[in-house]
């Protein structure tokens, strides 16, 4: 037996070789409990607390992958034998490689954590929310990988990446000039997403478009019309574009004109303003504003009346004017005031020709 372990393979002792696989198998067992145990603490801490930082070390600690528990119990071991030095630099390539993925997967724990609080994601299920986050989160795992395999070249294998970063720094430039339209797009749909000038479900009126929006895409952001088509615009035109958002309004201001005869008794033109006003006011969600008689038309006296709408549909309003207008029919006929219409008076002056 002593002969057994005495034996030599590759360049260590059995012994040894038997000491170094119990402390790396005991090393990532006492681990993988910590983490457990440490997951178990900080599930019952976080549901006392209302924020959301101990979530961000929650999931940084589930992110902790196996095989990096393994390696960091290999390691261990490692430290009982003796390698010679091709080996060891292979060892230490494996480990550091390792490693850095470790911070990889850490990175983009923390880079979602970033988009979830940026957007305000925290329990939302809104669409919008979704796909800003879906966008963000492919940029930033591309920054983070990136950056891993970086450190990757220049920590694990030692590396220069001063040329590299030069060769993606002018590889980078021809790319975004080849693909300006697209990447504006992109940073125009990010824009959109973190400032948040309409969601899903608003309706807006862009130009000669009316629609509400359907989609917010990496490129273009979709529409559906009054009419039932569906519109595709590219999010660096909405950006740089002046919009009207109708979905975030509190009420709605309707302004409208009428005109009667000049025939109209004084005493009736006086009246209309206060009449108007009652109408409005008896009008249910319609808070009053003004009533006066504005001037005089080429054919009709003119008033002006304005109200608002206090319900963010086109529906609701177009309902209230509705009503507006019967009851203001109703009381101009029962009070004898006639509307005016276009009409011309021709005065002939001086004898008529003889025949």
Same mark, same amino acid.
């Given at each position: 037996?002593? &002969? ?12 040894? @070789? ?26 019952? @801490? ?5 924020? &959301? ?21 290999? @390691? ?41 609080? *940026? ?14 986050? *879906? ?101 660096? &035109? ?118």
């Amino acid at each position: 037996m002593q &002969d057994f372990l005495d034996r030599v393979v590759f360049a260590n002792p059995v012994r040894e @070789w038997f000491i170094a696989v119990g402390v790396a198998i005991a090393v990532a067992l006492v681990l993988g409990l910590i983490k457990r145990l440490m997951l178990s603490r900080l599930s019952v @801490w976080a549901a006392r607390t209302e924020t &959301d930082l101990d979530d961000l070390v929650i999931d940084l600690v589930r992110r902790i992958h196996r095989m990096f528990l393994m390696v960091l119990g290999v @390691w261990a071991g490692l430290k009982y034998l003796h390698f010679e030095e091709p080996v060891e630099r292979l060892l230490q390539i494996l480990i550091h490689l390792n490693l850095f993925i470790q911070l990889g997967l850490w990175g983009v724990g923390g880079v979602e954590y970033l988009i979830r609080k *940026t957007l305000g994601m925290r329990g939302s299920e809104d669409p919008g929310a979704r796909t800003g986050a *879906t966008i963000l989160g492919f940029i930033g795992r591309v920054v983070v990988w990136t950056l891993t395999a970086l450190l990757i070249l220049k920590n694990a294998f030692g590396q220069d990446i001063t040329a590299l970063l030069t060769g993606l720094g002018v590889g980078g430039i021809a790319i975004a000039l080849a693909l300006q339209n697209v990447l504006g797009d992109l940073f125009a749909s990010v824009t959109i997403l973190l400032d948040k000038p309409f969601v899903i479900g608003d309706s807006i009126t862009v130009g000669e478009f009316t629609g509400t929006i359907e989609s917010i895409g990496i490129k273009t952001t979709r529409l559906k019309s009054i009419n039932g088509e569906q519109i595709v615009m590219g999010n660096a &035109d909405l950006v740089n574009s002046r919009l009207r958002n109708f979905k975030r309004i509190e009420e709605r201001r309707v302004v409208f004109t009428l005109g009667v005869t000049y025939q109209t008794p004084t005493a009736k033109l006086e009246r209309i303003p206060a009449l108007l006003r009652s109408i409005i006011e008896s009008c249910p969600e319609v808070r009053f504003d003004r009533a006066h008689w504005k001037g005089y038309g080429d054919f009709a006296l003119t008033f002006e009346a304005a109200y608002f709408v206090q319900k963010q549909e086109y529906n609701a309003m177009m309902d209230a004017q509705q009503k507006i207008n019967l009851a203001v029919w109703k009381a101009f006929e029962a009070e004898r005031i006639e509307f005016a219409y276009p009409t011309q008076t021709v005065i002939v002056s001086g004898s008529a020709a003889k025949a």
